[in-house]
């Protein structure tokens, strides 16, 4: 028993040294190559879309996100880390219901955007999705009636015209009527 043992302990210190000795002989190397150090940039210091990228880890370590993460993902991030809120996702006003005259605004950069209703004071109801857009900002929750107004805040020249925007002579519906397919006239 004891012989075997002991055969055991050899043959598993013959396995381990040579891998133990290789790792130091690698992180040798490591060291000795210069890896280019590249500065984080912070929050303030990004300009442009070539700003949002990491300077990526260490050989042989795992990436955390703030070496690896790029693009809007990286802008989030490097926000949080000085306390900016970059996409805004703090949840609507739901202190009171929104009305035509004083509608709930709901920010977006893009062509439209959804917003859950939930009725006031907040989880009255079940989760209502409206869908706003550039053409049609104004929406109301069928469960609640509050008043929901997208206030778009995205870049200005993206090429969006009211006229020609859909560019098949598509209307708002405004009567019933309007629902009715042309080809049943
Ligand atoms: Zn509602």
Known sequence: MFLQRSAVAIARRAAVAPAARRTLATSAVRLESKVPETKIKSFKEIKTADDLF??????????????????????????????????????????????????????????????????VPADSHNVLWLRMTRDRPVERCPECGSVYKMEYVGPQDDGHHHDDHHGHGWEEPKTMADFVKPEYY
């Open 54 to 119: 990491g300077p990526g880890a260490p050989p042989g370590t795992v990436p955390t996100d703030i070496e690896q993460s790029t693009g809007l993902e990286r802008l989030e991030i490097l926000g949080k880390m000085e306390g900016v809120d970059v996409f805004d996702m703090r949840p609507l006003d739901a202190s009171r219901l929104g009305t035509l005259a004083q509608p709930v605004m709901v920010r977006s950069a893009g062509e439209e955007q959804f917003a859950g209703c939930t009725g």
